[in-house]
Structure formats: structure tokens, C-alpha cells
């Protein structure tokens, strides 16, 4: 089977978060390489695209993105719930086997960066350094530098939910082991100018 | 019929946002009073909460909250979609009726706080001056000062979409006139500590 991961124009990247998902954060540096969940992503601008995220200090893959300057932003999808739910649960400083436990699979996207398989998007970031909020806030904004999209569930800039297998829906953490897929399309009226 | 509205307890209030919802901002200064709406925003820490939100520099509310130093994020329900996307078309400074003519009604829960009824939840805020952050990314950071929800979609600090009326469910913003209304729970079980 062809892959259904298409790029996604970088004007568009923002739709990949803009609807609230839960994301995988993802980054590579000195021969280790680690993915940890994140509900606290949030894009920041359109052109050039940049999005925020929260980087508890107690979080192993803080120092992989401080250290390699780059990232992913991956969005998960509905069937990978357990595994969402074990990378934001278990440490790599804890158990080196952290990804091949939890079931991580990478695939290779763009340059050395790693990207989770099996997710519906995927965006390359690049850190924009800001020492204040990262120490005193774990907030650090990155410029978006790639994006991609199973083009099964994101085409033509938009997501495709109400069409696409459920199983690719993303996902939109509460607590515990608590989630929300999205759900149902709401369209309304554009307003006259 | 008694009001469904109950207070959060503050430890709890980052779940109101955590799931992504797209939130309504109002602020209130010098006799004015504005609603918009916002796709960025997102929590920022747990104890005490704070919250991020994006306020370009060509929205009217951004005023109003930096000269009142005070704001409400709330997320507004499904059946709101119209009025969502309305207020966030339509500029205070071009019609100064906005709010009588997109339907926004307001309740008081906190003070002088302009709080938009019919929404599910609502967090009053207060802006953590970050000149440089409003500057340079239009993000505008706040420590929460109370929160409340409507007990028939959020009560016993969780979420009751599966339960509530589909019409309290939560909407996230993708562009245009397109939202997603929040969907089925997930639910995987807790990893071993």
C-alpha cells in the first residue's frame, strides 16, 4: 500500500492543531530519541506558522528539545489512545525501552527528525529561543518549519472527520485516563463583510 | 428554574480547557464591553492555573483587556456556533452594537466581569503582564481567579459529554464557518506506577 502522507502547505499548518488536539511531542538528540504526550500545544501565528507548547522541567524530552533546537508536533489519533496515554505516562530517564514498550514506531519525514507512525499530522518545528519563558513557565514557541498529512483524514487544507474512518479521529485529553474523540462537523453561515 | 451554574475548584479548572475547546474572551473597560473569540488558547499551568491566549493586535478586545488587566475565557456550546463565529467576524470598533446584534447576553458570577451566558464553563482571569510576550507574539498570559461550570455538561471536575445534551458539547475551531463539536469518550485504562 503507497503511504497516504501528503505535505501540507505551510500557510495551512495551523489547522492541524487549531481544533484543541491532544498532541505527541517528539525529539532527537546525542543518540536518544523520545515521544511524550501534551495537551497544553497551541498555535501562535499563521505566516511564518509558529505554535507554543508546555514542557513540564520534569519531562525527559524537555532536555532532547532544549539540546537539538527541533522537534515534531504530531497529532495522534483515536487507536493509539493506550499509547498516547503510556508516553505521557512512563520516562525515558526510567525505562530506556520506553518506545519499544509503549509501541512507539518511527518513520522518517524530514531530515533526521523522528516521526511517530500511525498519526494523522505532523509538524516540524524549529525552537525559537526564549530563556524566560521556558524557565519560567515551561512555555517554548517554535517556528513551524514542515508539514504533513494522512491525506485520508486532512485534504485540500481541511480535516475530513465526518468522512474518515473513526479510528483516525484526534483526540482531546481531560484527566486519567480520560478522552474525547471529536465529533461532529458544525458548519455555519459566513458573515457578509 | 435554579441556575445550573456551580464554581470549579480552582485545582480543577485547567479540565475546563484542557480537551481544546475554542473559547470566548470578554473584557470590560471605561464603560465598554467586548466578546470575541479565540481557537488559541490553552492552559499554562495547574497550581495556581494560568492560561495563554492569543489576542492579535487587530482585535478590539485586546484593549480592553490590557487596560482592565482582567478577562473571561469561556467555552461557548454547540447551539452558540452562529454566535461563536459572529463575534469573531464582527469588530466593536466598526458596530458598536456587536453585542445586542450577535445575540451575546451576559451574566454577572464575579464582580464587574462581563461573563456571556449559555456557555458550559467560564474562568475569570488576571493578566500576568509580559510586555514582551504581548509584543512580539500577541500572547497574553493570566493566572485564574475562579472558574464555574454548568453542572448538567461538567460537574465532580469531569466532563459529561457522553451524558449532556449534544448541544453543550464543546467546539473547536478549524477555519471558515467549520467546527467540530467535541465527541465520544475514551476511555484506556491507568499504567502501573
Known sequence: MSSPIRPV????????INHGPTALISARYGGETDVMAAAWV???????PKLMVVLDKSVYTRALVEDAGTFVVQVPV????????AVGSIS????????????????????DLPFVAGC????ACRLV???????????????????WADERVFRDGHWQFETADPALRSLHYVAGGHFY???????????PG
Open 92 to 111: 525515558l530517564g526510567d525505562d530506556p525501552q520506553k518506545l519499544a514498550r509503549t509501541g512507539v514506531e518511527l518513520v522518517a519525514l524530514d531530515g
Open 42 to 48: 497551541c498555535a501562535l501565528d499563521f505566516d511564518p
Open 129 to 147: 529561543p526564549e530563556p524566560h519563558n521556558q524557565s519560567r513557565y515551561d512555555l517554548f514557541i517554535a517556528e513551524v518549519t514542515g508539514a
Open 9 to 16: 502547505p505551510l500557510e495551512k499548518a495551523y489547522r492541524l
Open 78 to 85: 483515536a487507536s493509539q489512545a493506550e499509547l498516547v496515554h
Open 181 to 191: 474523540a471529536i465529533g461532529e462537523a458544525i458548519e455555519v453561515p459566513e458573515i
Open 120 to 123: 494523522s499530522a505532523w509538524l
